[in-house]
């Protein structure tokens, strides 16, 4: 077959242009060799070198659009996460108002309810005082009374002595007893 286009490369180029290849000093059989032999080095390049490459640089325009593609799903899980870190803050900074609020009102609650078992004592104890106070005036009173009653039986008994009766004596002891007990 090559021979075949040979001359027929040859016939063709006769009838072109005769003065063309004799003025530049070409010859076509030199011309197909080489044109061959470029092809045989394109395809050897093609296939060792171009394709190669351009696998490797498919890879990593993969690769490079798989990271962009990861970071950005980085992005969106980190404004997602950002979000919910903000929403637990939030709630755990109302869940600390809400507990202090709570110890506050169980604090309020606590002192009231001390300040009135303070007052329910006190006034307790000033009941009770004042209930001692009325048991020791009454027992002063009678032992009092019991005194004055003792003083006036003598005193009526030294300035009676003479002039009464042992029976009249008793009788008026008595009575002044009874007066007294009555104060």
């Known amino acids: 077959m090559l021979p075949l286009l040979l001359a027929s490369a040859d016939a063709a180029h006769a009838a072109a242009q005769p003065g063309l290849v004799e003025k530049f000093g070409l010859e076509w059989h030199y011309v197909v060799v080489q044109i061959i032999s470029f092809l045989i080095v394109l395809g050897v390049l093609y296939k060792f070198g171009i394709k190669p490459t351009i696998a490797t640089m498919e890879e990593r325009n993969r690769k490079i659009g798989d990271g962009l593609k990861h970071a950005e799903e980085m992005q969106v899980k ?13 709630q755990s900074t109302q869940e600390a108002a809400r507990i202090v609020e709570d110890a506050r009102k169980t604090a309020k609650e606590y002192l009231d309810r001390q300040t009135q078992e303070a007052s329910q004592k006190a006034n307790d104890m000033l009941v009770k005082a004042q209930h001692a106070i009325e048991l020791e005036h009454r027992k002063m009173l009678a032992e009092a009374r019991t005194e004055i009653a003792r ?32 104060i």
Do not use: P
Not at 78 to 90: D, F, H, R, T
């Open 78 to 90: 980190l404004a997602a996460a950002q979000q919910e870190s903000a929403a637990i803050v939030k």
């Open 151 to 182: 003083l006036v039986v003598v005193t009526s008994e030294r300035v009676l002595a003479k002039k009464l009766s042992d029976a009249d004596r008793a009788a008026y002891n008595e009575a002044a007893a009874k007066e007294l007990t009555v």
